[in-house]
């Protein structure tokens, strides 16, 4: 994955960039949940007790986000994390449509896709 694009419309903006900055960090939050994050138990206990054991997306994998602001004129809304509930299902669908196959579970490192 290269891009991804989102699309927002917080109601009136009082500043795009703070805008497009919470929408590119919620999107990375949407892309981890959807690659890599999971949580695994061992005797009814997590295993990852801290982050550093808790696995995400690296920065390397982080394709480039794109975020286009519609200012609608609609009553200040805000952005909290309007950027993440898009991304796993647009992902997987993009997924499903370029390989034939539906996948259900998340994270998708979970499946095996080969070369």
Known sequence: MHDIWQAVDPGMVVNPRLVAAQVQSATALGLSQVLVEHAEYENGEPVAR???????????????VHVKVIESGAPIGGVGEIGVPAVPPAVVNA???????????MPLSQYSFGT
């Open 95 to 105: 997924l499903s449509a370029l390989r034939g196959q539906r996948y259900r579970n």
């Open 50 to 64: 801290n982050y550093d054991l808790y696995p995400i997306l690296p920065a390397e994998r982080m394709p480039r």
